[in-house]
Every structure is written in structure tokens, then in C-alpha cells.
């Protein structure tokens, strides 16, 4: 295999790989990117056999073939190159040699035999504005479990419908949920699917990468989901097991609600939230006639209070929550104006925007409440 390439180009779609790559692993290959040269392009794949991806740029390819180099120590070395083309040759030994300019090295390779063969995407489910998918995503993925033992609960639930898409994920403690109008006509019967969170990372690099106003091409198996990025595709395999029952969390209704400014209410709970246990996070929201009073304490150091204007006059409630789930709901939205749906001491409340979003989309988060 021999090659040219634009090192701008090589180090853009290698950078690409890097969040795939297995750094410590048990299979030596997966430390590699497999590096195909054909036509008028080179191919690159990378894959942990969980999540894969496979993207090409153009060059000028000499001799065709196949090889995998190591991804990392490839991408560091490359990008400190001056800006100019690369010459790359794999050796009948495996060894890559790369000369640019005044430069030239030799890379350990290894056979492409063992790098493991990625499935083929099948027929295109849907047709997925760039843009929307991302959104969903940086709206959900904060309340998915870090706990590995609740593997379920490792990636968001992807609803596809033919007139819209939905994206549930939760940690038991909080459930965040995004539904977005849209026509999906492929979708002749509803798809589901549960999405890993290192997925989800990787569709949102491919996001900033691509024009937010294109669409990607989606598509799903038994075993693996598909999105193709123009000339990117991402796989990943699917999470095993039953997505909790989330429409019974969801709550039915709440008698009281009150609209607070956005930033407002995050800047106060930053503030707030710097006297609350590390562990625990909690404050304490009491909405009472006229304001939403925000408080926490430390017994030995110190503590703080808020309050903010809301239009209220019910009874007072008291509610304790972690203020960094709250926390992460606002800063992940960005509407002006928030609403605080909530019942008594004991239920959940809920966050939501205080009215729909662009274009109709739906955002949901419900939080447990703590006993402080």
C-alpha cells in the first residue's frame, strides 16, 4: 500500500477515531486504525467492538492495499507536521513508513487479518436532521447511570416514530425526556432501541464536525444501530435488557407551577449549593406566596439563602433536591423562562420549559425528591 494524503485531512479524520480506540486493551488490534487505500481515497476504521467508526479522505493512492497502524501514536505524530503532504507506505513487514519534507518514520504495524470486520448498514431507516439529534442527545445524557452495574441504564432509549423521535434516559433518580416533531415516513412501525452513552459522545463530535442543517441517514439490526454522516458512518451495538417502564414515572399532573428566569435560578443554585454537602448536594426549595426561597447549610462552616420572585400564592411547600440535578436541566436548556411543576415534600417535581421549544419539541426532567 502506498499513498499521499493531506496531512490536514489525515489528522481531521484521525481525531475522529481517537474517542473509539481502545487505549488499554487485552486485543492489541484495537489499538490500531485499519487504513485502507483504493480509488481516490483512503478509508479508516476504528473500532473497540462496541462502537466502531469508519470515514475516508481523499488521496492520491499509488498502490492500493490494506494495514493497521497504531491510531494514537499515529494521530500524535502526524498532527506535529507541518502542513503539507504526507507520503505513506506499508511494507511487506507491516511497518509504515511516513515521509513529509525533511521528515521520515517508520511505524510497527499489523496485519489487517485480525482487525475485526465491521457489519454493514442496512436499508436506511430515516432520514435524521443533524441538528435535532444533537439536541436530544446534550438534553438527555446527563441522567444517564454511571453505575455499570445498572447496564440498562448505561445509554438513553431511542423512540423512532413515523411523526416524530423521543429520547428517554434516567438514573433512577431523575428522568430527562425529549420528544421532537418530525415526519419520519420509513418508519412504518414504531423502533426502539437503547442507545450507550459512549455512542451518544461520539454522535455529538460527528455533530460539531458536519453542518448542523444536514441530515444523517439511520438504520438499525438485531444487534447494531447505524448513523451515516455524509461520508462518516458510526455503529454501535445495542445495550441489552428492558428500558425501565418511564411513562409510569412520568407524573400525571401537578396542582402548583411557577415560571423563574433561567439563568436566575442556575446562578442562584450555584450560590446556594456551595453550602451543601459534597455528597449529597442538597438544598432546599420552599415556594411560598410571591417567591421561591432557595437554602442549604453546612453546621460547621456556613451557610446561604435565595429567594426569587414567583407568581404564587398557594400554600407553602417545601421540597429538598439534588442541586446538581437540577443543575444539570439548566444548563443543558437554553429557553429564557423555566417551569417548576410540583406537588407536596413527597412527590417529584418536574422542570420543563415554559413553553415548548423551536419547532415543537417536548423537554421533560423529573426529580426525586430528598428527606434533608
Known sequence: MEFTVSKTD????????????????????????LVEATGDRINLTATDL?????????ARVKKQGAGTIPAKRLLDYVRLLPDADLEVKLQENQWASLVCGRSRTRIAGMSRESFPELPQMPDVLAQ?????????????????????????????L?????????MVATDGHRLAMVEHPIELPGVTSP??????????????????ESNTDATLAFSGD?????????????????????????????????????????????????????????????????????????????????????SLPADYNGTPVEIGFNASYLLDFLRASNEDKVAFHFKDANSAGELRPAVDGEAGYKYRYVVMPMRI
Not at 128 to 152: K, Q, W, Y
Not at 158 to 166: I, Q
Not at 236 to 262: C, I, Y
Open 158 to 166: 431511542l423512540l423512532l416514530r413515523s411523526n416524530g423521535l423521543a
Open 50 to 58: 462496541e462502537l466502531g467508526i469508519r470515514s475516508s479522505c481523499p
Open 222 to 306: 438485531d444487534n447494531h444501530l447505524f448513523f451515516q454522516f455524509g461520508e462518516r458512518l458510526l455503529l454501535s451495538r445495542k445495550l441489552t435488557g428492558n428500558f425501565p417502564d418511564f411513562e409510569r414515572v412520568l407524573p400525571k399532573d401537578h396542582p402548583h407551577a411557577v415560571v423563574l428566569e433561567r439563568e436566575e435560578l442556575r446562578r442562584s443554585i450555584e450560590r446556594v449549593s456551595q453550602f451543601s454537602d459534597e455528597r449529597s448536594r442538597a438544598i432546599r426549595m420552599r415556594v411560598q406566596e410571591g417567591e421561591l426561597h432557595i437554602h442549604s447549610s453546612l453546621s460547621e462552616t456556613g451557610e446561604s439563602e435565595e
Open 10 to 33: 489525515l489528522v481531521r479524520e484521525l481525531n475522529l477515531s481517537q474517542g473509539v480506540v481502545e487505549k488499554k486493551t487485552t486485543i492489541p488490534i484495537l489499538s490500531n486504525v
Open 191 to 208: 423502533f426502539r432501541a437503547l442507545l450507550p452513552r459512549k455512542a451518544m459522545g461520539e454522535i455529538l463530535k460527528l455533530g460539531q
Open 128 to 156: 435524521i436532521p443533524v441538528g435535532v439529534l444533537a439536541s436530544m442527545i446534550s438534553r438527555t445524557i446527563f441522567a444517564i447511570s454511571m453505575e455499570e452495574s445498572r447496564f440498562t441504564l448505561n445509554g438513553s
